[in-house]
């Protein structure tokens, strides 16, 4: 039997055209228009003339609560819809977080001030009907990549406020973030007027990522994380040496790759995964009966994965040693955690808590050191014992190195929770 080349590629052609088409068909989830009852400003009436949002709901075994609007690039030319749109709101769900992508307006269809009319409408939306998406309203984060960045960062550092007295129930909700997340853009200043306007809410904590290979966005990023620190507002900045523009996800990357799981390990630590309110911790970390010279106290939850991992740090600059306290911002949630003591060193003496540590660096630093105190300071240091003294970190999950299970704790709630550790090495 023979088979006409012609006809088999005509085929194939075919089959090539049609398969994206119907697959994408089947997979694009519904739109939901953001203004059903027409879009303000709208100069036509095809599907760019309608600003819409697209749901990617986790299934509700995995979900969270948690929630991010996603705003493609594109240069406000174009959309990168799928790269900086669909695969981020694919890795999102997979790990229990509600994604929307947001269709915004485009030139020369709209201008940036429409753009960013629908950027904030698109989380007034959200929130509006987070029951009828089973999300909380409280944890909306925002991730924008190159222009969709711009878009998400003056969400995140200038909400707009919600209208009680509106007829329309989306414009009574605030179009606030949470958390931004913003992959190789920021806004021009000039947008954003002073952070630490007393009259603006506060702005929201921030995730950044970008190339130094990208240097049109890493100068305006590195601005933008100075300005976040300088304001106070909690901020970690990721700027990797190699990476064009436009990388997305960058999934498959072995070293820009690694960013997306960066974020996600801050969003947790963030506690934006867990709807329970965050508590204070303190507590004395002992070894072998000794106050542990130098390491941390590691707590990881055993019933909620969405909630964060604690670590108290025993550094020993205070007057009590063994001593570690986390503050209810970054403290653990209530529920049960395994607990477990890392210990950095055998021997280790602080010189923030000697007194002759300090008075000689107070003395240096103001000028008055003299002769004699400077031999002084040298002669103690020759004689102090600096040598290693352990051969790498130790690890204590249990109390006694026989015992049968893991040390657990419980964290209370609606208070600050003090605990002592202790554990033997034999």
């Known amino acids: 039997m023979k088979i006409s080349l012609r ?51 986790p299934d509700d075994v995995k979900n969270t609560g948690a929630v991010i609007v996603i705003f493609p690039g594109g240069g406000f030319l174009t959309r990168a819809t799928d790269h900086e749109g669909v695969l981020v709101a694919q890795w999102l769900k997979s790990r229990g977080i509600a994604a929307f992508i947001v269709r915004y307006r485009i030139r020369p269809i709209a201008s940036m001030t429409e753009s960013l009319q629908d950027s904030h409408r698109a989380v007034q939306v959200v929130r509006t009907h987070a029951a009828r998406f089973h999300i909380s309203p409280e944890r909306i984060g925002v991730i924008g990549f190159s222009a969709g960045a711009e878009l998400a960062a003056i969400v995140g550092l200038k909400p707009i406020d919600g209208k009680p007295a509106a007829s329309d129930p989306v414009e009574r909700a605030s179009s606030r973030a ?12 000039s947008a954003l007027g002073t952070t630490d306007d007393a009259a603006s809410p506060a702005p929201a904590p921030a995730f950044l990522f970008c190339t130094a290979e ?24 990721h700027f990797f040496v190699n990476g064009e523009h436009g990388v997305g996800l960058a999934q498959g990357d072995p070293v820009l790759g690694e960013w997306p799981d960066l974020m996600f390990n801050w969003i947790r630590a963030g506690g934006f995964l867990a709807e329970k309110t965050r508590v204070g911790l303190r507590g004395i970390a002992r070894l072998d009966g000794e106050p542990l010279p130098r390491g941390a106290v590691v707590l990881t939850p055993l019933d909620s994965p969405e909630a964060p991992s604690v670590v108290g740090y025993v550094f020993n600059t205070g007057p009590t040693l063994g001593q570690f306290a986390v503050p209810q911002g970054q403290g653990p949630t209530p529920g049960r955690y395994r607990i477990e003591i890392r210990q950095y060193a055998v021997r280790w ?60 704790i419980e964290i209370q709630p609606d208070r600050e929770n003090e605990i002592a550790v202790e554990v033997f090495s034999r």
Do not use: C
């Open 7 to 57: 006809v088999l590629t005509n085929s194939v052609f075919a089959l090539l055209i049609l398969l994206p088409n119907s697959l994408q068909a089947a997979n694009h989830p519904t739109e939901i228009l953001l203004w059903p009852n027409g879009v303000p400003g709208a100069s036509g009436t095809s599907d760019e003339d309608k600003p819409a949002i697209y749901p990617y709901l």
């Open 178 to 189: 949470h958390f931004m997340i913003l992959a190789y853009g920021s806004p021009n200043p």
């Open 214 to 237: 990208d240097t049109g966005h890493l100068t305006g990023m590195i601005n933008l994380y100075a300005r976040l620190r300088q304001s106070n507002v909690p901020v970690e900045a």
């Open 349 to 408: 003496a602080s010189s923030s808590r000697d007194p002759f540590f300090r008075s000689m660096t107070q003395k240096s630093r103001n000028g008055t050191l003299t002769e004699a105190e400077r031999q002084e300071w040298m002669d103690f240091v020759r004689k102090r014992d600096l040598s290693p003294t352990i051969d790498d970190q130790r690890v204590f999950r249990r109390k006694h190195p026989k015992d049968g299970q893991d040390m657990t």
